[in-house]
């Protein structure tokens, strides 16, 4: 189908932009350690693109960037490993550690025990809603904006947003550039940041304003809105056992 074939194109694209920043990255910010889930973990990535690109989704959740425990270990945003395999039909292959990586972060691959409670979150809650993978897929998609893994000397995750824009500009004008190619290609016609992060950078990418439509590079309104991040870290994903975050997200969802 052209539609996987362009989203793949454009992945492979966004990938080797990111892999000529990782350098630069590793040796102008905090981060020490900045590896590629595009790269190492491509033939899971790819895989849902094939079996989820092209069923004809007009809503794109979109995520910042890879965890260590997701899409890290899975290549799928927001991956949660359990859910890949059993929700996602992702068939598990051996993956190599980059030579750059944590020493504390081994990539382990979907074999790995411990999930992601963010991609556990999420996944569960948009197959509870719609049903099985066609109807999920048919209805949103999921692409996190920045395909990088960012850690610092311990082992703590970093954000895009939290580096210096001096070196981390190249990436998101990639990163940027993707977004629009996800767009255009599937001819989306809304998209929901995953948090605020990932609505301010819609709305910079569509010029969109604070609070109004952004304009695709082909001339089409697209909506661009929000709801809560499911992370462990938000107060607003854990109030009322994540029921209050699932309700947020469900109304964002059905208000088109």
Not at 48 to 57: E, Q, S
Not at 98 to 123: D, F, M, T, V, Y
Not at 175 to 184: A, T
Not at 227 to 234: F, N, Q, T, V, Y
Request: proline residues 7%.
């Amino acid at each position: 189908m052209a539609v996987v074939k362009e989203l793949i194109s454009a992945a492979k694209q966004l990938s080797n932009a990111c892999d000529k920043a990782i350098k630069k990255i590793e040796r102008k910010t905090i981060v020490a350690h900045a590896t590629n889930p595009l790269d190492y973990a491509w033939q899971h990535h790819e895989q849902y693109l094939i079996n989820w690109g092209g069923l004809g989704a007009k809503t794109l959740l979109l995520g910042m960037n890879p965890g260590p425990w997701g899409m890290a270990q899975s290549g799928v945003p927001f991956g949660s490993t359990d859910i890949a395999k059993t929700l996602l039909k992702i068939k598990p292959y051996q993956l190599e550690t980059p030579p750059n990586a944590h020493p504390k972060r081994p990539i382990i691959g979907l074999e790995l025990e411990r999930q992601e409670i963010s991609g556990q979150r999420l996944w569960s809650l948009m197959f509870d809603h719609y049903g099985e993978g066609k109807e999920v897929f048919s209805n949103i998609f999921v692409v996190n904006h920045c395909p990088l893994l960012l850690l610092g000397e311990t082992g703590k995750n970093l954000t895009p947003d939290n580096l210096p824009t001096s070196v981390m500009k190249p990436v998101l004008d990639a990163c940027d550039e993707h977004l629009k190619q996800v767009v255009e290609i599937m001819e989306i016609e809304r998209i929901i940041g995953v948090g605020k992060y990932a609505e301010k950078r819609a709305r910079m990418t569509f010029n969109a304003g604070k609070y109004g439509n952004g304009i695709t590079p082909s001339g089409r309104e697209i909506t661009i809105t929000t709801c809560w991040h499911p992370s462990p870290a938000s107060p607003l994903a854990n109030r009322n056992d994540g029921a209050d975050w699932r309700a947020n997200v469900i109304s964002v969802l059905e208000n088109k």
